[in-house]
């Protein structure tokens, strides 16, 4: 049995070995038909047949010839019917195949394309992704300031600081480190104290905090409790002890550049996730990694706020005072009127001989009374 498929002249694919236009490429292919190649071999049949029946002919002499005419004849269309019968089943069962086939490197082409556009837009959204990672990586460097063209990492002054951290006590606890050009320092805290290294004039001094703010109250016993360094590396959020027995403390807040110290709030210091909790009293004051305040009201606010109350309240009450004092002297003119009639009275009855008094009727002696 010849292969029923055959590849394409122009696109190079396998298609069926009949077909006169190919499925993919739309061209025509030139090759034989089914018909032609049946009826090249529905010859060469019909001949074999006639060799057959010359050859039957001759063994069959004997046999009258109008006989032997006959059987032929029938027995050469019973063959050609079977025959036509049988090819035709081939030529359905061929074509069910070759449809099968065609359909299974159809979905097999297709998965493959489906596969490789997966794989594609995959590799696009790791690209993009990575792209995106990359610039957020860009821009979170030109925003520390430790990553800038003015803060490029000084050699040297990198020697010095790592020297001086590994000389200090293993007690301490370092907050920040900075080897570059701008800032150059390195600050520890160490017995409660703040110290602070200066990489280019190689001094390492104790900072005051009272000194750099007057506002800054620090407990001598104490301390600086503790110290954190904040997510954008520009500040040093500090809890220190305001009162013995650290009763109370301050949430300071240090410039590392400018050594500004800024007081924020005081009250019971609570270290938390992503910030710093501030009690005191009746109020909490929520505060981020950098001591900006997120909720709550700070010390100063709360103080105002206590003030504005007390000064509502003492206005409310020399209201009252004085409406009472309005209503008091809308009473008085009656109460003063009741003098001056007694005065009056009196002074009528100290001149009552001047006033004529009234001439009484002359009443008989006696007087007599008849009865009849």
Sequence with gaps: MKDRTAKCPKCGKEIFRYAQICPYCKSETKF??????????????????????????????????AKDQENATESLEKKGKKKHEGRMKKYVDH??????????????????????????????????????????????????????????????????????????LKDSKILAKFPDRKRH?????????????????????????????????VDSEGGILDAYLSTNEQYLVMIVSRKPGNTECGLYRL????????????????????????????????????????????????DDF????????????????????SEEKKEEPKTEKEPEREKATEKVSKDASVVTKPVEPVVPEKIDIKIK
Excluded at 34 to 63: F, G, H, P, Y
Excluded at 306 to 325: R, S, T
């Design 185 to 217: 320092c390195l600050l520890y805290l160490q017995n409660n104290e703040l110290h602070y290294f200066n990489g280019a004039t190689k001094v390492d001094s104790t900072l005051n905090l009272p000194e750099l703010n007057s506002q800054a109250v």
């Design 306 to 325: 206590e003030a504005k109350l007390a000064a509502e309240a003492a206005a409310k009450a020399e209201k009252e005072k004085a409406d009472k004092k």
């Design 255 to 302: 410039n590392i550049e400018s050594r500004q110290l800024d007081v924020i709030d005081q009250g019971q210091v609570i270290r938390e996730k992503d910030g710093f909790k501030v009690t005191s009293g009746r109020r909490t004051a929520i505060y981020d990694s950098t001591g900006d305040k997120i909720s709550g009201m700070t010390g100063k606010e709360m």
């Design 95 to 168: 074509l069910k195949e070759d449809a099968e086939k065609v359909h299974e490197k159809y979905d097999e082409k297709i998965g493959r394309r489906y596969s490789k556009s997966t794989i594609l837009i995959s590799t696009v959204i790791i690209l993009l992704s990575l792209t995106v990672l990359g610039l957020y990586i860009a821009v979170q460097m030109m925003q520390h300031e430790t990553f800038g063209q003015s803060t490029t990492i000084d050699r040297e002054m990198k020697l010095r600081i790592d020297s001086v951290e590994n000389s200090v």
């Design 32 to 65: 034989v038909s089914i018909d032609d190649e049946q009826s090249q071999s529905r010859v060469e049949e019909e001949m074999k047949i006639t060799s057959e029946e010359e050859s039957a002919s001759s063994e069959e002499k004997n046999l009258p010839a």
